[in-house]
């Protein structure tokens, strides 16, 4: 098999295969995820993986406009993606770029297959996600904080939507790449999935790789998503065990007061 691997401006992997960042091939980077961050919003997420800093803010069900848009059996999802003008190293132009208007297509394509669009007829469900730092795999951290911020807006989901890519830096099969990695790396595949639905609702790939690169690659990304998964389904819960523990800390306190 024809080998694809070019050799890299700058070296990204050590002799033990640890990368700038200390990672392992097989590692994702730092996560942290917040629901509920935005009070006006019907919901709302954050997610920081690595550098990355992305916020998602859910607005719906609620009455389409322009009302010529609506669909007459479900509703219409719109999610639209944009990068702060400070979000990368040189100031971004806040017009929308044509990347920004594919990506908030391909977002809303990966989150669509999960969401109860039939429950809503006419209706319109807008994810707005602001990049306020991008390093790197923007499109998969947005689609995980969306899937987020949809189910804490209450809509009826399917399933959830863990998002991640996987790479190849100097000839190696990486996990979830930064920016550097990226640029200087050999080829990214971003992907989505529904996992409990077995279900691929992303899958691009930028660079070259072999067949079994790929097959390698696809297969670590899943194994990525399936970990976000984890950490999304965990937010979540501990969301109501918080709303659970505040609720009945008031009735407690209307008790004794009264
Ligand atoms: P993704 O963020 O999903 O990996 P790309 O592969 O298109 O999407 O972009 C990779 C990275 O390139 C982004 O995460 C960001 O760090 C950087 N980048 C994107 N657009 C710009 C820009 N206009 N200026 C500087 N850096 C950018």
């Not at 790789?209 to 970990?227: D, P, S």
């Amino acid at each position: 098999m024809e080998d694809f691997h070019f050799p890299s401006q700058i070296k990204l992997l050590n002799e033990d295969n640890l990368r700038l960042d200390g990672r392992r091939l097989d590692e994702l980077r730092p996560i942290k995820l917040e629901v509920g961050v935005l009070a006006r919003a019907d919901g709302s997420a954050y997610i920081e993986q690595g550098k990355s800093k992305i916020l998602a803010a859910v607005y719906g069900p609620r009455e389409l406009h322009p009302r010529h848009l609506a669909q007459p059996d479900e509703a219409l999802l719109q999610c639209i993606y944009r990068m702060a003008t400070f979000s990368v190293e040189e100031r971004k132009s806040p017009a929308p770029s044509r990347r920004e208007t594919e990506l908030s297509k391909v977002i809303t394509e990966a989150l669509a297959p999960a969401v109860f669009l039939k429950y809503y007829p006419r209706a319109s469900i807008d994810v707005y996600i602001q990049v306020i730092q991008a390093d790197g795999g923007t499109r998969c951290s947005s689609i995980t904080a969306a899937s987020l911020a949809l189910a804490d807006a209450g809509i009826p989901l399917r399933d959830l939507v863990s998002a991640v890519a996987a790479g190849k830096i100097d000839g190696k099969i990486a996990l979830d790449l930064s920016d550097l990695e990226d640029k200087n790396g050999q080829a990214d595949l971003p992907v989505a999935i529904m996992p409990r639905k077995g279900l691929t609702t992303l899958l691009q790939m930028d660079g070259m790789m072999t067949r079994e690169e790929f097959i390698e690659a696809y297969e670590l990304a899943v194994k990525g998503c399936q970990k976000i998964y984890e950490m999304q389904r965990e937010i979540l819960i501990q969301k109501y065990i918080d709303i659970q523990s505040e609720a009945s800390e008031e009735a407690d306190e209307q008790e004794n007061g009264g």
